[in-house]
């Protein structure tokens, strides 16, 4: 170990040309408290080395040393993970820490800015205030640095108004894995840009950004009510009260807002961005009962007003000084608010659990707005759908006593248990949660398929590796069989291999009435556009196609291709269960009267399909049991005996003559037989006796026999 780690703190002394303030190692003095700073007491870690270049070139030969160590590495900018992600969240990684990236320019005629990925929030505010009077979204406390923030989401007060700071960004410099150093935007290495924007830390150092900025805002009205005095279960309605006004569809942007529930009572605070005249007119006062007067400060002074969000957020959360942390964190969306009954159950429960701790925090913070403007395969960031996050948070004294965490667990399951779709909700990978059993769904959610492809390109070792990190696919589909065993969401890994052999997007078309959405695909998104347009849906429609659209997932990296039927038939259950499940959740809303007998005749007509290639996909089966013993080992497993049948040239020309169709023809009976599945999986629930692993095996087969027919037909 000694060995190793003279050897480390001798390429990275070279990398960093021999000056010693540019790392440490943890044989130097003070390393613990001056150069790994654990944010979160409760979770050490203890990194390899701590480094802080000063140039992208320093950094890619920093990164060049771990790898050559066998070392994982993390950048660090403000140090707030709740985790110590960005320390590596174990032992034995190699911090990057960018205090000195603190570039910062204005662009006066375009007023984009370029800024320095360690700069701090506090910092860049005043830089851009000082540049002309320009600003951006971002959090509240001034602390965070603008590296790991924006990279991650970065939601604040002005996310309504004006997006995520994620949404700010045009341009990025970036070290990769290889150590290379790359531009990326929506036009240079897009993929690369696309995953930056949601988990960069996974796929590399951003040294610089080039953001997009705002006219500050004017005038703006901060308000505050608290309710101290009673119960929790008497400050239930309270909490009612306010999910009923801020999921109005029709509240103004202008209006940010947070529900906050200590161990004093709750607090409904926020910000009007517009004048005092505007914001009286709200009635926010009546929105309460009670009628209690709220308390407004009135902000004509940008800095003024963030400096205010700075205060509170260091009062309520203690700034950026370290702590045992226990944290949790969950979205809603305005399709899976609260209902009463559960906030009567969460606020009775909070009068009778024991806490363990009188630090505690349940933060409700509104979204939507100009978040939900951008479509959520966009960008990585995937919570485009959220009206409001939950971030439930505690500190201990010493340690986090195990009856604060049941407590915050409990809050949760509540929440999980009592709310629609609530086994579906995503988390903030901002609001870090390190329990969470399936931490990169929750964070990106349908993104993740795609993310973990682009990993698997641009960084295949898993360099920039944390717990919950995105992982390339080798590591994150560690076996094909245990994928088939089972129907759920966390079968995320086989969407990636649903888009690159299947799904290649040539365009989307919105109808001009909005009721719905036309796919011109190959693929799964050509057969679920065409279900839908058969189905007749309108009004809900667009509800729908929402959940369909975020399958749509377009490749161009493709280089990589992972074939095994047995995650083919996983994901195609996975895939159609979720939207069985979304069509079945809004048929009351689904304005076509004859919508029944057009499904029931859509079945028909996938049944007669399904059996004419059932039997074809049997015959291919057949033929490779006749020449296993001339072609193939007898260990062979049969999805790679199938496999071979189905891949053989011979035997695809064989099923495509013996089907007659064309390309148009075979692509409305993957749609077909997409529509089948659909019913079926979509009425499991009604009838106990459907053999589902079954229904996913046929049905894995059958797409992979069109999809080869497809193609072997088609000349390019």
Known sequence: MGSSQSALGTSIKKAVVGDKDLYALPGNPLYAIKDVKLYNLSIPVKPAAVTYPKTAQQVAAIIKCAVDAGLKVQARCGGHSYANYCLGGVNGAVVIDMKH??????????????????????????RMHNAGGRAMAHGTCPQVGLGGHATIGGLGPSSRLWGTALDHIEEIEIVLADSSIKRASATQNPDIFWAVKGAGASFGVVTEFVLRTEKEAGEAVHFSYSFTVGTYASMAVIFKAWQKFVSNRKLTRKFASEAIITAVGLIISGTYFGSKKEYDALEMDDKFPGHQKGKTIVFRDWLGLVAHWGEEIGLLLGGGLSAPLYTKSMTFNGCDLIPDNVIDTLFSYLDTVEKGTLIWFIIFDLAGGAVNDIAQGATAYAHRDALFYLQSYAVGVGKVPDKTKEFLRGVNSLLVKGTPGGDQFG??????????????????????????????????????????????????????????????????????????????????????????????????????????????????????????????????????????????????????????????????????????????????????????????????????????????????????????????????????????????????????????????????????????????????????????????????
């Open 101 to 126: 990236f603190q570039k910062f320019s204005m662009d006066n005629e375009t007023f984009r800015a370029i800024a320095g990925a360690g700069s701090l929030l506090g910092d860049l505010t005043k």
């Open 427 to 716: 988390a903030y990978a901002g609001y870090v949660d390190p329990e969470l059993p399936n931490g990169p769904l929750a964070y990106w959610r349908t993104n993740l398929p795609r993310l973990e492809q682009i990993k698997s390109i641009v960084d295949p070792s898993d360099v920039f590796h944390n717990p919950q990190g995105v992982k390339p696919l080798a590591k994150a589909w560690k076996s094909a069989e245990s994928l088939i065993s089972s129907l759920t969401p966390s079968e995320d890994s086989c969407l990636t291999l649903w888009a690159i052999q299947y799904s290649t997007v040539l365009s989307r078309r919105y109808h001009p009435s909005g009721a719905h959405v036309v796919f011109r695909t190959s693929g799964v998104e050509a057969a679920i556009g065409f279900g839908a347009s058969v189905l007749g849906i309108a009004g809900a429609g667009i509800s729908v196609a929402t959940t369909l659209i975020r399958f749509s997932v377009s490749y161009k990296c493709s280089t990589q291709k992972i074939e095994d039927p047995s995650s083919q038939v996983s994901l195609t259950a996975t895939i159609l269960t979720t939207v069985g499940n979304t069509i079945d959740s809004h048929q009351d809303y689904f304005k076509e009267d004859n919508f029944r007998e057009k499904f029931g005749r859509v079945i028909e007509r996938c049944k007669n399909d399904y059996e004419i290639l059932e039997a074809a996909v049997q015959k291919a089966k057949g033929e490779v049991e006749k020449t296993e013993s001339e072609r193939w080992e007898r260990k062979m497993t049969s999805w790679k005996k199938l496999f071979w049948a189905l891949s053989s040239e011979k035997q695809m020309k064989g099923l495509q003559s013996s089907l007659e169709v064309s390309k148009t023809q075979v692509l409305m009976m993957q749609s077909a037989a997409s529509l089948i599945v659909l019913q079926i999986i979509g009425r499991r629930r009604e009838d106990e006796n459907i053999d589902l692993a079954e229904l996913k095996q046929k049905m894995g087969l059958l797409l992979r026999a069109l999809r080869t027919a497809h193609y072997s037909g088609q000349k390019y």
